[in-house]
C-alpha cells in the first residue's frame, strides 16, 4: 500500500534545532540521527516528501528567503535527496498571515501544487504547531517529543526511532 505524502516539519525533525537561535548557514545544519535512513524508507512509501516549516528569521531581517533555500537544499542534500519540496512561512506571528504553523496554509500551498489526499498522509513534528493543522485536514501525526499530545497519533522521543515506528505503523494501517 502506498501513502500519500509524507509531510515533515525542518528544525527539530530533520535537523536539530538552535536553541534560541536559527540555522543561518549551511555550516549551521546538523541532521538528526536516522534520519537519512528513514527519508530512503519514507521516499519508497510515500508518493512525496514535503517539509512545512515556519522560518520567522526572515521576517526578522536575519536572513533571506533565497538563504533559506541554499539551507533547504542542503538539507536535502545531506538527507539523501528524498525531498520533493520545501514550502516556508516567512512571516512573523503578528503579521497574522495564513500560513504560518498552526494555521493550514503551507499545507493548502503543497495541495495546490500537487494533488494530495490528506487521509493518507502523515505529518512528523517536534512541536503541537505542526500537528493541528495535520489534525484539522484529517491527517495522521507523529509528534517527536518527550511529552504527550492530544494531537499525536503516535509519540516518540527520538528522530532515531522513526524508521522502527514507521515500520510497525505502516503494516498494521
Known amino acids: 500500500m502506498m501513502y500519500d505524502t509524507l509531510f515533515l ?6 535537523n536539530r534545532k538552535i536553541d534560541g537561535g536559527y540555522v543561518l548557514t549551511p555550516e549551521d ?5 536516522g534520519i537519512p535512513l528513514f527519508l530512503k524508507w519514507a521516499h519508497q512509501t510515500f508518493r512525496r516528501i514535503i517539509v512545512v516549516t515556519n522560518q520567522r ?9 533565497a538563504d533559506i533555500q541554499v539551507i533547504n537544499q542542503a538539507i536535502d542534500n ?3 535527496n528524498y525531498i520533493s519540496k520545501f514550502f516556508v512561512c ?22 495546490e501544487h500537487y494533488v494530495i489526499n490528506f487521509q ?17 485536514l484529517s491527517m495522521s501525526t507523529v509528534f517527536i517529543s518527550g ?5 499525536a497519533d503516535q509519540t516518540i522521543p527520538l528522530t532515531a ?13
Not at 516539519?9 to 530533520?14: A, E, F, I, P, S
Not at 545544519?29 to 540521527?33: Q, S, V
Not at 493518507?120 to 484539522?136: V, Y
Not at 526511532?161 to 505503523?169: A, G
Open 29 to 33: 545544519i546538523e541532521i538528526l540521527p
Open 57 to 65: 528569521c526572515i521576517g526578522r531581517g536575519m536572513i533571506s528567503l
Open 78 to 80: 545531506k538527507t539523501g
Open 90 to 111: 516567512p512571516h512573523l506571528d503578528e503579521d497574522n498571515c495564513c500560513c504560518r504553523k498552526p494555521k493550514k496554509g503551507l499545507f493548502l500551498a503543497a495541495a
Open 147 to 151: 511529552k504527550d499530545s492530544i494531537f
Open 120 to 136: 493518507k498522509s502523515w505529518m512528523i513534528g517536534d512541536s503541537e504547531t505542526d500537528l493541528i493543522p495535520a489534525k484539522e
Open 161 to 173: 526511532d522513526l524508521l522502527r515506528t514507521f515500520k510497525s505503523l505502516t503494516q498494521t494501517k
Open 9 to 14: 516539519d525542518r528544525d527539530g525533525v530533520l
